[in-house]
């Protein structure tokens, strides 16, 4: 088939010459077959394009859409990690409001029983998350003690929904 292509240009060659045709009608027939196969090449590119984007988009839809949501700690879990501490920290006083866990120490020497107080409160309860909403430490500031740390604990879930992923 690749000869039968040559030859046909060949005796496209052979009649302009024989014809006496100008150069110009020559450069005119090769610009046309070159702008046929470039147009031809493109429409392949797009149609594959095509196919190929539709492909994609059926395949996602069916994949698992990973969801993560926080889950705050309970009222009770908040109480039985104060009740836990209690006993351990007696210069410390613990706090359950507005879901959060508050600790508040009133001697200002008492610093490395605050750290150890925050150190083991994060680590009370295993696969759960701690945040800090207001903290402050020294004294001449505007705080319920001269330590004070209200902290938040929350629980990750995580979940595979099936359904069309975003």
């Known amino acids: ?23 110009l009608a020559a450069i005119a027939w090769v610009t046309a077959v070159a702008a046929t196969a470039g147009a031809s090449h493109q429409i392949y590119n ?27 700690l309970s009222l009770q879990e908040y109480n039985l990690i104060a009740e836990q501490l209690v006993g351990t920290f007696r210069n410390a006083r613990f706090d359950v409001v507005n879901n959060s866990l508050e600790i508040r120490i ?16 994060m680590h009370s309860k295993q696969g759960v998350r701690w945040s800090a909403s207001k903290v402050c430490a020294g004294s001449g500031i505007t705080c319920p003690a001269s330590y004070y740390v209200a902290m938040q604990g929350y629980k ?11």
């Open 156 to 166: 990750l879930n995580f979940n595979l929904e099936r359904g069309r992923a975003k």
């Open 46 to 72: 797009v149609l594959s394009d095509i196919r190929m984007n539709g492909q994609v988009a059926s395949d996602l839809q069916g994949l698992p859409k990973l969801v993560i949501k926080k889950e705050p």
């Open 1 to 23: 088939m690749f000869t039968g292509g040559i030859r046909f240009f060949r005796r496209i060659a052979w009649s302009v010459a024989r014809s006496n045709a100008s150069l």
């Open 106 to 121: 009133a001697n200002i020497n008492d610093y490395d029983d605050f750290r150890e107080i925050v150190r083991a409160v």
